[in-house]
Every structure is written in C-alpha cells, then in structure tokens.
C-alpha cells in the first residue's frame, strides 16, 4: 500500500529513445521504478517510446504505451487511463520536460493528476537559470559569476571584475563554435569580436571560468519529511572542462580530506532542501585544487546518469527509493534491500574503488572531432570495482572493447618522445593512454603531467605505480614476486604476456600454478559491518579471503554486452536479462557477467549472482573456475560474448546453443559460401580480393555500382558503395589496407528492399516470429533503416521464399536459438546478404510486436529443450492485425564533423517504435516518436544526385500537391522544372557562399532533401548544407524511401486524427481492435 | 616487512609492518572513507588496534589543521593500501612519517574486509601485531600484555586550560576532559562560549568552584564501568548546572542516574550511522565510535527519556532529562571525522546556556 493513500493508479514517463547523453540508465531507473511501484499494489502505466527497453515489457506495468513522448500523446493517454499520479522524475530530461509542459499545458490539472516526487516548483527552481541564481545566492552557495554582453567594452568590464580566465560562449551558435577560454585581455576581445559574428542573435556569455579545478560530484536523496543522505559522491580523474559524461570518474572521491568531503556534503544537503527536491537529486562542484573555495556547477533535480552509476557503485537503488518516496515514503521507512536489516536512511560505506570509463563512438565516427569539452560525446561506459584505483582503472580500460587491455596504444609506439609530449596538452578520449606512454618513456614526470594535464597528482602516480610494474617485467625474469606485482597493479595475463613476450596460455598456467588467483568480494553498501544477502561481486588480486559461498545447484553464465555503442545497444541487455529469467524460471542458477553500470543487467536483484568483470577470456575464466558452470551461453550479449565463445571453448568451457564451429561458419566468409552453396540459396556475387588490379577486374566483372568493406578495419570508414573505378581506387587507397592476410570483400550493390528475420530454431524445426520489411532500400545499413512488421509490399511467393530460405540455414547451421538473417529482394528474387547466429537488435522489437518469447524460447533451447517440447510449430508465426514501425534515432547534434547521410555504416544511438492498425499512423508515431522536425507546410529543397533525379521528380511533384514550395540547387531544379513545377533555384554552398545555408539558418528551408553525390565540391557542400540542418532541427532526408514514407505521413495527416493510443496489451491482446 | 595480525581466537591475517613496532589491543573497525587522521588522533581509541574498511589510506597526507588530540593513542593500525604519496593543498607530511613519528604500530596490504568480517560475526577482540616470523613464546607474550583499564587517565589533559571567548558576558563553559577531541572544544569556542578543559579526576566542588554557566561531559576512551569514581562526580553535579554529554560523557551520565551500560558485540564506528530525533521524527547521519551503549530498559524508572535511537539496531542515541536542562547524545555532532549533520546539538546546548 502506498503512504498516500488516494494513490490508486499512477504514470510513469520514461526516456525515449537513447540518444548521446540519455542513455540505457533510463530503462534501468525505470523498470525499476514501475516493479517498486507494483509492489506497494499500485497500477502502473508506463509510456515509453523506446521498444529496446526492458520497461516496456507487458509484465513490468500493468499498462504500457509504447507511443511518442509528446504532450499531445500523453494527454491522450491520461485522458484515457485517468491515472492518479504522474512520476516523471525518473525518465530524464525528457520525462522532467514533458512533465513541465503537461502541467503548462493545464493536462495535470484538468485530468486531476497529482505530479509526484520533487514539485515542479523545485524543477523549475534547479532549471532554469535566473531562478537557480537567485536560489543560490540566497542560500550563499558560490556559482560561477557570468554575464550576458552584446559588445566587447561589457566583456572586458565583466571580466577584470571577476578576473581570468574567463569563458566566452556565443548564444546560439551552430555546435558550439566561436568560444573559448581567455587567458588575459587581448585574448578574450579576440574571442568575443569572433563570438558575437557568430552569434545568431549576437549574444556572448562570459562566466568565470574554473577549468582545471576538481570537479566533484554528490548523489543526494531526500524524502517528504525532509529527511536527506548522501548515496555518494564521486571524483573527476579529468579536471573540470571536460563534460561529466566524458569524464572518468572515480567513487568515492579520492583526494579529497575529510573537511571538503563533508563541505561539499553538506553544501549538497543545503541545496536539495532548498530546491524541495523529493527523490533523487544529483550536485556538481567545482573545487579549487588549492584552497576550500567551491562553484556549484549544476543540479539536477531527478535522476540521473550519475545516479545510475552511484547505485551500481555502492548498491543503493536510487530509482528504487526514489519511487517509494514519491509515494510517500520516508527513507526511514523504506528498507535497505540489500542487507535486509537496516534501512534505506543512510550513507553507504564503500570498502573499493570504483571506476567508470567513457565508451566514445570515434571508432565509427573516425572522422569526428575528438576533442573533449562540453558537449557530451560519449555514448555509453563501463564501470569496473577492485580494492584499488589501479585495478580498477585497468578493468575499465579492459571493459571498453577498443582493442586495449591496458594503458598503451600500440599506435603510440610510431611516435616519437616530442609528439607524446605534444599530445599530453590535448584533452581528448585517449589523454590517459598518453600519459601512461608519457611515464613509460621516463619523458614527463608526475609535476610536469599534473601541470600540463591538471589532473591530481594521485592519480598520475597510480599510472605509474602501473607503468613502473611494466618497465621492471621488460628487464627482469617474471619470478613469483613480479607476477604478484603485476597482478597486484591489475595487469591482465595477455598484457604481462604482450610486455614479456609469452603466450597468453603459458602467462596463465604460470601464474595459477604460483597459486596467485583472484579472490571474489561483495558490494554490500555497508563495508561489511552487516551481514548482507546481495549476490554482487567483484574480483581482486589484494585480498586474502574469497567470501563467495557458491553452490552446487545447477548453474549458468550468461556473458552480458559491455558498453552501449553504435551497432550494440540497450537490446543486447534486454536479451542478457530475459535470458537470466528464463534460466531462472527453469530451475537453474543464473550468473551474469557485465560491466554496464547503465543498465538492467547489473541491477543486483535480476540475477542469482551478479559479477560486474570485465568481458575478456581471462576475466570470465577466473568467474567459472570459481563457480564451475555447467557453461555459458554467449548469444544474448551481442558481438561481445561472440566474441568470446571461441578462447572459452578451447579452455574446455562448455558453450551452450549454437557450438562455436557453426558460429564460425556463419561468420567466416568462404565457410559461409560453402553453406549457402549446400543450401541453394543465392546471395549478391562477391569475391575477396587482395590487391588493387583483382579488385578493380573483379568489380567489372561483377558490374558497379559494388559494395567494398574490408575483412580488417584499418580506420576508414569501413563499408562502402562505389559506382565507378575511379571510386574504387579512391577507396583502396584511402580507407583500407589490402594485403594477403587482409583481403578486401567486392560484392554486387543490389539496390532492392531489404528485408530483416528473427527466428528461433532447435536446429530442426524453426520458428519465425515476424518478417520486417525496411523502407530504406538495400545499402542504409539495417540499424539505420525504418523497419515495418509486418512486410507491407513483399508478394506471397518472397515472404514463402524468406521462410524456406530460414529453414534451410538454421537447419544447415544446427542454429539452437536465436537466428538473425537479413535479406535483399531484388527483381522479385531473393538474394542473402548475411547471417548471425545470435540474437540482434530487432529481438526486443519483434518480441514486444509478436508477443513471442523470443528469448525465453531461445535459451531453453539452448538448454536442451526443443521446440516441438515448446509447444511450437516449424514455420512464421501468422502476422498480427496491427503495423509496427521501428524508426532509428540519431545523435547528430551532438557529434559535430560527423555526416549524417544514411549509408552501409551504422550511425544512429537509438529507436523508437510506432504501432497502429494503420500503417501511416504507425509510420507517423515512429517517426514523430525519434524527433524527426517534419513540418507541415513551408519549403522543401531539394538536392540530390544525377543517379536520383528521374525517381526525386515524382517526388518533388508530391510535395508541390500537398502545397510546399520547392526550391532546388540548378541541376536538380531543371529536372524538376520538366514536370512543370515551379521552383526556385538556390545556388549551391561554394558557388554562392552560403546561400542555402543562410536560407536553412533564417528558417525558410522547412526540409531538406538530399541525396549523397559523389565529386569534391559536392561532397563538401552536402555536408554543410547537411550539418546545418542538424544545427538548425530541420528534417533532412537522405533517402529517397525515407522521403516517400514521410511524404504519405504528411499526406495522413491532412485526412485522420493523428493521436490515437493503444496500451501494447490491448494489441497484443487483441482488444480494441478496430478502432 | 612481512607481518600480521593475529586474534585472539587464532584467526591470522597478513600484511606488511611499517617500521616493526609491535602491538597488542582490542581489535576495531572504522567505515569511514574519509578522515584517517581525525580516527588516528581521536583518544576514544585509546589502546585500541584501529581496522580502516576504506582499504586506500594516507591519499591527502596528514597535516596538523586535522589533529583531534596532541597524538594518536591507538596501539596499532590496520590498514588496505598506505599510499605512499599523498596530494592535497593541505598535505603536510605523509601517513607513512606521521604513523612512524608518533610510534603507532602499522599493518599494511591487509585484507581489512576479511578483518572486518571477522570481528563482525565473531565480535570484538583481543589482537597482536607482530612480524611474520615472530616465535611463539613472543606472541604468547604478547597476548599476555594486559590491556590497559584506566585509559580516561592516559588521555585526559594533565592540566586545566582555558580558552577565552571573544566576549566578555560569554557564558562559561567547563569541559570534564575524558579524551576530548578537539573539534568539540571548537565547536563550543564558536558558539561563543569561554571554555575551562579540566582533568577528567577533578572533582565536582571543583567544578562548580569555576562557576560554570554549563559543563560539558567529553567523548573518550574505554568501558564506562572502569571509572566509578568519575560516575560519583558527576553525580554530584546534577540539578546544579545545565549539562551535555557526547559519547562516553552520555554513558557516564546515564551511569550517575543508576542507569545501566553494555558492551555491544562490535560497535559503532563510522560517518554513516542514521540517528533519529524522536522528537522531530527527523534523522539524520552521524559519526559514531563507541563500543559500550546506554541499556534502554535501565532507564524506565529514571527521570531520563530517549531522544535519540539507531535506525539501524535501534539502541540508545540521545536522552535528555524529564525536567532539568540535561542532555546527551551516544554519537558525535562534531563530526571530524563524518557529516555535520548533527552540529543543532550545539545550538541546544548555547539555548540552555543563555537559560532561554
């Protein structure tokens, strides 16, 4: 029962798709809010757009829309579900701003909903910036001074008032540019004259500037009696600068003493009381590094990526208690749940070092701008726990999946001593990686970093505490001392092997036969001082006691996914967590590995035992020599368990579901030819190349335009289509090396629909739960593409095509589990463009749209079950009445430098889903739901390729009926003209220097519409006018398909009511049918 | 070098000793992440060998602005990491030359969570700090080593001083000193008050001699039962003076009205301790450190009630008298180390002074 008692039924508003900055800690604050919620007997109404989410799972609220986060359709839904409360402090920035608009809008009041946990009063005093001023200054909390000015006399004045340096930031400005940092006089009027031209509105704000002090941060709770605690606080390795998010961050802080640990406590405390914050809240100082002077950088009064990182740091479950406080609980009354004796009114007590390390996406976006600042980059992170910072630190760099597994680059050994010298100045994503080079080479000492870097000397000695280690195992004989040293700075195996020249077997075998092994310990809040009954472990190398009881119950390991990053999203989690609960529902123990702070999977209660490890051979052999698995199941964890499967097999671990062998018949290329030649089925004709002249003999024997990638990624970008031999050669120059061991893939570009299928098989029968047809045509990679379930222009003949075809290759590759295929139709015939044998992106999606289990089938099946046994037919599941739509959401606005043309590399972050019995309105709520600025009227410009023209007429035509105007850069406009449609001519970027650009900037350009034209100055002009609609949030299509499927939205939308929501029970139930 | 720790009941854990002093004591620990110095120098630890859970320690160094006493009266000190290089503008010296210039026994590399284990389920207990290849008879010996009762007499200021307010009319405090630590004599001096820190053997005439406005019972080391004579004292004092009592000074107190004292299985020591006020229904997290608790049943027929309770095994926190302004607390408002949270004690404290 809830404290408030008129408490019957209550929303809960999630994040939405994730994008850079709101990521997968949004499904685990949510998910755990709404089971929280369930258990005090409330009604939970959930409404997130995201599918890839556990939170939008029909068991974890009793009602979920999975709709647009839009007030229109929130409205909507609580005029329908007349909920008594609405809790949206918990689904980030976005869930706090539709609360704020809802109760604007006068949707609270009207409906008679009552806005749970922190008042908006208390939102809008930590948001907006004149209030929170006032509220500081009030309290006598020191922010940063800053002032608006609109002339430099002003900005000088400010300045030598508050002194330098100073931070000049120009108001709206395209990414951020014009600003910077000044030093002294002459360097802040440089800055402004620049910052005021490129101001639209010709506005700059100077703010005192605290770069390079400490920055800090506390996670606060307080509960409706005004109760408050501190979860914890936690320290920036980088200095301030650097975004949080972009930060490495350590929990607790480390050089803080006691009196500014307690300082910025209390500062923390006074805040959230002021603010009238009911929930979580999170506090960030800036401290001076030489005295107690602090600056409040920020507040945010919800929770936060930082709490979700504090929960799984400590073991507090902030979203947990959040929730029950905004029903009215108070933290005395709500119980500590992992010692199950004390409650949750208290701080946590750590007895480890914590370490969380950004995942940054410049292994996709290779051209992007890697400076650090600001603007948060990073798209996801790992967070990694030992008994000490250099353990901890070295999981981390473990848990990234960048190809390192300790502080060194090998790309950093070309360098000479002055560009690592060079490089240390830059704060950018490998800054640690040169320092650690840096005190390899003996040529920086800990002063010389800490003055450059102003990163605190502790840390700079924990790197080379970690170097030291390395230099003495290049010089001496790895004796039992030096293996104890090296284990005991956090060295894996494979690095002591890499820096000793052994194997990485024989490093192992060594080292456990010197009896040196990890011992496991528990995160239990409380130090130890109470009994706890979490099962959540981590491993260390400094302990004398292994406290872990395992059991002799049958058990097994299921490999999580590591961070979020482009192409290996929240799914793979949503995967890992259904797969723990099938096990679990069968009777078996079940053990997760991850190293995901943000996510569902490492919440302590979902699994019997939680290891939060680094992923790598060695990290997961040391979990089951410990708990002696029957064996691991690897094909819910994305390509990082894969990626495992093989080192885990050849150690004698048993690999549960598809075996290791079939795996890598799928996956390596002439193995997979032989399956498809044993199988008939035909795919796109290709050949692997090792030189430029087979390439360039191949691709006209094959016909251009052909797709190349190469079996091993260099750094270019990976993938791409190339319509003629001077592109090809271009290609093999630029973006790849071509060697015998390093062949290059040619295949035929086959411009069809591609069409995507799950399926799950015992490797006798196959079950297919849905076919999804993309409205991108072949060549947009599949997690860029929109996806439709089910098909809506495949004739019978390939749908029955598609399904034989799955058969014959899960049968052909003894598939037991899941299976994702992806398909191209071309000239009405079916070609196969590649299989995975393990789960994939779309398995959340089809699983909430079919109502199948996906995963729970696929891992009794993996188990031993069979389908049959399961109560399942060979065969697709008959498609439901309903259309779902899954549209990719981006996170260009953050990425600047980045293209967003749509293309065979993966771009986006995020989905969202659309469902509706009508396919225009599903399209509409999928594309409405990812943030796509769609305008109803207004200008369409378009500029596309020759090879697009005769197709975009049609299209232009379209548009001019529904009465946009058109304008078109030249050649495109005369092909237009032809049709007889007026339209304006614009002049291109570099002709006419910034026409379109300044039409795009003053909003008379509603939407672009641009396809990719190959060519110098083409290529550049696309990308500007491109970068400038992201700038500018106008909807730039770069796809032809696209752009016909947002055109029958438009054209719908003048016909049929647009907002029209359905709970996915009531569809998957088959309820309210025909609305 | 190599050492170790041994406990009474044979349980053995290794380490490293700094500078091979060896220690007997009762075994505790502390689950603070901060404040290693503030524990280090608090007196209520005298004779005690003092476990750290946060297992990195000496990270800012140690300088003198955070000494709660005039040294650190633990007999020895067991602890994860001894960072070798502290960094903090405060930094002074580093943990390592502090622990070795004032003589405290050192164990290092330890697996202080196995320790803590340990003492938790079996409870508080004798322990030894010897190197590791110490010969029996010296451990025997060692374990023979008596630990000391009389420890309020080891801390106590030998000699009364005075530290004078600012104002002239300030009202005048005397702090009875069991092993006070510093930030509480502060505390006091910032409220205004002009403080007399008397030896914990002054008798009460004397005390009242010094026409208090107040007196102040401290904080301190050891089990309230071994020091009758201080009880009888204080006894004296009641009705005469408004009086507040933190930590031991809030046992003795209790003691003085017949109430009873216990000794809890492994204490309470750490900055995360929730207390709630019974009187406001708030709670608020403490710095505790103490291994002895008032008995809740003792004090039913007394005129004390309890203000204050543990939310976490909900012993005795705080009592006040029914009618005269008399009241103490079993935590520590003055943190130094842990939150702040509790620092309105004080204010209670002034508010009685000043007789409003």
């Known amino acids: 029962m809830p404290k408030k008692e008129n408490l019957k039924k209550v929303m809960v508003v999630g994040s939405g798709p994730i994008i850079i900055g709101q990521a997968a800690e949004f499904d685990y604050a949510g998910s755990q809010a709404c089971r929280s919620l369930k258990e005090e007997g409330l009604e939970v109404v959930l409404v997130n757009s995201n599918p890839a989410t556990i939170m939008t799972d029909s068991h974890i609220a009793d009602r979920v829309y999975i709709e647009p986060l839009t007030p229109e359709f929130l409205e909507e839904i609580i005029s329908k579900e007349r909920p008594d409360g609405l809790l949206a402090t918990l689904g980030g920035q976005a869930g706090l701003n539709l609360a704020v608009q809802l109760a604007e809008r006068g949707v609270l009041e009207k409906y008679g909903v009552e806005l749970l946990g922190t008042p908006l009063e ?97 996670e606060v709770m307080r509960d409706g009696n005004d109760n408050c605690i501190t979860v914890c606080n936690m320290e920036n390795f980088d200095p301030v600068g650097v975004h949080t998010g972009d930060s490495i961050v350590v929990a607790p802080s480390q050089t803080l003493t006691d009196h500014e640990y307690q300082m910025l406590r209390s500062a923390s405390l006074r805040i959230i009381r002021e603010l009238g914050i009911e929930g979580g809240c999170n506090a960030q100082y800036a401290l001076d590094p030489n005295s107690n002077k602090y600056y409040v950088i920020e507040v945010n009064p919800r929770v936060s990526r930082s709490s979700a990182l504090a929960s799984k740091a400590t073991g507090y479950p902030i979203a947990k208690v959040s929730a029950k406080i905004a029903i009215g609980y108070t933290l005395d009354e709500i119980t500590n749940a992992v010692t199950q004796k004390t409650k949750a009114c208290f701080e946590p007590a750590l007895d480890y070092c914590v ?32 008994r000490h910072f250099e353990g901890a630190i070295l999981k981390a760099v473990r848990s990234l999946e960048i190809g390192v597994h300790r502080l060194h680059m ?39 970093i800490h003055a450059i870097t102003k990163i605190d000397k502790w840390f700079i000695h924990k790197i080379k505490n970690i170097t030291d280690v390395e230099t003495t195992l290049t010089s001496e004989p790895l004796t039992p001392k030096h293996m104890l040293a090296a284990k005991n700075v956090g060295l894996a195996d494979v690095s002591i092997a890499e820096i000793t020249g052994k194997s990485v077997d024989e490093i192992r075998t060594t080292r456990k036969s010197m009896g040196i092994l990890p011992s496991y310990k528990m995160v239990d809040t409380c130090a130890a001082e109470f009994e706890a009954a979490t ?42 967590v259904h797969s723990v609960w099938a096990l679990r529902e069968m009777g078996i123990e079940a053990i997760i590995i991850n190293n995901n702070p943000e996510t569902v999977s490492t919440d302590f209660d979902i699994s019997d035992r939680l290891y939060f490890e680094p992923l790598t051979t060695e990290d997961v052999l040391n979990i089951i020599d410990k708990e002696k698995p029957e064996g691991v199941i690897v094909q819910f964890g994305g390509q990082t368990a894969i990626n495992l499967a093989a080192s885990l097999q050849k150690a004698g671990v048993k690999v549960f579901g598809t075996s290791v062998d079939d795996i890598d018949r799928a996956e390596d290329r002439e193995r997979f030819d032989e399956v ?132 014959r290759l899960a049968v052909a590759l003894h598939v037991k589990g899941l299976l994702n295929i992806q398909f191209v139709v071309a000239d009405g015939e079916v070609y196969i463009i590649e299989v995975n044998p393990r789960s994939s992106r779309t398995v959340p999606f089809l699983s909430k749209v079919t109502d199948v289990k996906m995963v729970n089938l696929a891992t009794r099946i993996a188990m031993g079950s069979t389908l049959k046994e399961l109560g399942y037919k060979s065969g697709l599941v008959p498609p439901k009445p309903y259309v779902a739509v899954k549209a990719p959401v981006f996170s260009f606005a953050k990425m600047t430098d980045v293209d967003i043309a749509l293309g065979p590399e993966m771009k986006s972050t995020g989905e969202v889903m659309g469902i509706d019995y009508h396919y225009a309105r599903a399209l509409y709520k999928a594309i409405i739901g990812s943030g796509t600025n769609v305008p109803t009227k207004g200008c369409v410009l378009f500029t596309v390729a020759d090879k697009d023209k005769e197709e975009m007429k049609q299209l232009a035509k379209a548009f001019s009926e529904l009465d946009f105007q058109i304008a078109a850069t030249e050649g495109t406009a005369k092909t237009i003209q032809s049709m007889g449609i007026d339209v304006e001519i614009v002049g291109k970027v570099h002709e006419r220097s910034s026409d379109i650009i300044e039409r795009i900037k003053s909003g008379k350009i509603n939407m672009v519409i641009n396809t990719l034209t190959q060519g110098k100055h083409s290529l550049k002009d696309g990308f500007k006018i491109r970068r400038a609609t992201v700038e500018h949030d106008i909807a730039c299509l770069t796809s032809l398909d696209t752009a016909w499927e947002v055109l029958r939205v438009l054209s719908f939308m003048r016909e049929r009511r647009l907002v029209y929501s359905l709970a996915i029970q009531d569809y998957v139930g088959g309820g309210d049918g025909l609305a | 070098m190599k050492g170790k720790l041994i406990l009474e009941d044979g349980t053995v854990f290794h380490g490293k000793l700094l500078n091979n002093i ?18 280090l120098t608090d007196p209520s630890y005298c004779r005690q060998i003092l476990t750290l859970t946060y297992p990195m320690v000496g990270n800012y160094g140690i300088a003198d602005l955070f000494m709660q006493s005039r040294k650190s009266f633990v007999n020895g000190f067991i602890i994860g990491e001894l960072c070798e290089v502290g960094s903090n503008w405060h930094y002074e010296t580093s943990l390592a030359d502090f622990l070795t210039k004032q003589g405290v026994p050192c164990l290092y590399d330890v697996d202080t969570r196995a320790v803590t284990r340990k003492i938790r389920s079996a409870g508080t207990m004798k322990g030894i700090i010897v190197p590791e290849d110490a010969a029996k008879t010296e451990i025997d010996e060692l374990f023979a080593v008596p630990i000391k009762k009389d420890v309020v007499m080891e801390v106590t200021t030998p000699e009364t001083y005075t530290m004078e307010a600012e104002s002239a009319d300030a009202p005048h405090v005397v702090a009875m000193d069991f092993g006070v630590k510093q930030n509480i004599l502060k505390s006091l001096h910032d409220l205004g008050c002009k403080l007399t820190v008397v ?39 009641i009705g005469k003076k408004p009086i507040f009592g933190i930590c031991l000074g809030h046992q003795l107190l209790a003691r003085s009205f017949g109430a009873k004292t216990y000794k809890l299985k492994f204490g309470h020591r750490g900055c995360n301790q929730p207390v709630k006020n019974l009187l406001t229904g708030r709670v608020q997290i403490s710095s505790q450190n103490h291994g002895y608790a008032v008995d809740e049943e003792s004090l039913k027929d007394l005129p004390l009630e309890v203000t204050h309770i543990n939310v976490n095994d909900g012993t005795v926190e705080g009592m006040r008298h029914k009618d005269l302004p008399i009241f103490s607390v079993q935590y520590h408002p003055e943190a130094s180390p842990g939150p702040d949270d509790n620092m309105y004690l004080f204010d209670q404290f002034w508010t009685m002074l000043k007789g409003e």
Request: glycine share 8%; net charge negative; charged share 25%.
């Open chain 1, 355 to 386: 370490v969380k390390f950004p995942r940054w996406p410049f292994d996709k976006f290779v051209y992007a701008d890697r400076t650090l600042g600001t603007q948060m980059k990073a798209t996801g992170e790992v967070m990694s726990i030992d």
């Open chain 1, 410 to 448: 090998d790309k950093m050994d070309a360098w000479d001593d002055d560009r690592v010298k060079k490089n240390l100045a830059r704060i950018n994503d490998e800054r640690i990686f040169v320092i650690a080079e840096a005190l390899r080479r003996g040529i920086a000492t800990v002063d010389e």
């Open chain 2, 22 to 39: 060896k220690a007997t004591g009762e075994v505790v620990f502390n689950t603070g992440m901060t404040g290693y110095q503030e524990s």
């Open chain 2, 199 to 237: 030896p914990a053997h002054t008798t009460a005439e004397e005390v009242l001699a010094l026409s208090p406005d107040g007196i102040f019972l401290s904080n301190g080391p050891g089990d309230p039962a071994d020091v009758p004579e201080i009880v009888e004292e204080i006894k004296k004092l």
């Open chain 1, 122 to 218: 208390a939102i809008e005093k930590a948001e907006d910036r004149e209030m929170f001023k006032e509220t500081m200054q009030k309290l006598g909390e020191p922010i940063p001074e800053s002032t608006i000015v609109e002339d430099v006399p002003s900005a000088v004045e400010f300045a030598n008032e508050i002194g330098y340096p100073v931070i000049v930031r120009p108001a709206y400005t395209m990414g951020g540019t014009g600003g910077g940092i000044a030093e002294n006089e002459e360097e802040l009027i440089d800055i402004v004259i620049k910052g005021l031209n490129y101001s639209m509105i010709g506005q700059v704000l100077i703010e005192r500037s605290v770069a390079g002090w400490k920055e800090i941060e506390y």
């Open chain 1, 676 to 807: 498809l030649t044993q199988t008939q089925i035909p795919r796109p004709q290709g050949i692997s190349v090792t030189n430029l002249e087979d390439a360039i003999t191949g691709a006209a024997n094959i016909g251009y335009p052909v797709m190349v990638r190469p079996s091993y990624v260099l750094g270019g970008r990976a993938m791409e289509i190339v319509y003629n031999e001077d592109e090809l050669r271009d290609y093999m120059s630029r973006a790849v090396k071509v060697t015998p061991d390093h062949p290059v893939l040619v295949d035929r570009y086959m411009q069809g629909t591609e069409v995507e299928v799950d399926g799950i098989s015992d490797g006798v029968d196959v079950v297919i739960p849905g076919i999804m047809e993309h409205v991108e045509r072949a060549g947009v990679h599949s997690g860029d593409s929109i996806a439709v379930y089910p098909p809506q222009t495949l004739p019978s003949k390939v749908i029955y095509t598609i399904i034989d075809y799955t058969k």
């Open chain 1, 535 to 576: 099962p959540y472990y981590y491993s260390t190398f400094r302990a004398e006691q292994d406290e872990v009881q395992t059991s002799n119950a049958r058990k097994v390991i299921v490999l999580g996914s590591g961070p979020i990053r482009i192409g290996q999203g929240v799914e793979f989690d949503y995967c890992s």
